[in-house]
T-cell receptor, first 116, second 113 residues
């Protein structure tokens, strides 16, 4: 079974630009979450999508947005980039069926964003 | 709000030494508890989990027991290998939080030959 795939793996942007990151979850997983990882703040929850609907959202400004498609693939977008947005953005998917695997997040390798 | 506190690193130890990484949490109700591991350049991988009090999660020689009375989930391994060098994250998830995992700051472990 293929894992969680994130693209691109690395990207460099300049302040003021926008960026779109993509995530393909494990086949059959309908829930996709996004996390930001930085050395200073650690892992912070951005949002979770299930069946194309945002179910939960972290404490990030409106510049951070996301969406999920009918095939469960998800994208997140950051507009008007700031230097502080430089981070590793991790996508994770999970299955909501069954007691054993329902609450386990499976992470992708991440997209490393550098803002200059 | 929910929080996870784990011991600061880096933790440096020799091969075959015993490893303990302390983790305590604050949360309402009965969250599920997890340990994830991150190797350089990779995402996080689930190491083990426990979903209720007194549950013991185990995997690859690592163990952790869900202690409700002390709100702890310490990670232990009896004999580490160089390949165990990584960053370890303790995490919790409340069943009503729709996939929002609360992670600790992470503990870097360095195992030397």
């Amino acid at each position: 079974k293929a894992g969680v795939t994130q693209t691109p793996r690395y990207l460099i942007k300049t302040r003021g630009q926008q960026v779109t990151l993509s995530c393909s979850p494990i086949s059959g997983h309908r829930s996709v979450s996004w996390y930001q990882q930085t050395p200073g703040q650690g892992l912070q929850f951005l949002f979770e999508y299930f069946s194309e609907t945002q179910r939960n959202k972290g404490n990030f400004p409106g510049r951070f947005s996301g969406r999920q498609f009918s095939n469960s693939r998800s994208e997140m977008n950051v507009s008007t980039l700031e230097l502080g947005d430089s981070a590793l953005y991790l996508c994770a998917s999970r299955s909501l069926g069954g007691p054993n695997g329902a609450n386990v997040l499976t992470f992708g390798a991440g997209s490393r964003l550098t803002v200059l | 709000g929910d929080s996870v506190t784990q011991m600061e690193g880096p933790v440096t130890l020799s091969e075959e030494a015993c490893l303990t990484i302390n983790c305590t949490y604050t949360a309402t109700g009965y969250p599920s508890l997890f340990w994830y591991v991150q190797y350089p350049g990779e995402g996080l991988q689930l190491l083990l989990k426990a979903t209720k009090a007194d549950d013991k999660g185990s995997n690859k020689g690592f163990e952790a027991t869900y202690r409700k009375e002390t709100t702890s989930f310490h990670l232990e391994k009896g004999s580490v290998q160089v390949s165990d060098s990584a960053v370890y994250f303790c995490a919790l998830m409340r069943t009503d939080s729709w996939g929002k995992f609360q992670f600790g700051a992470g503990t870097q472990v360095v195992v030397t030959p």
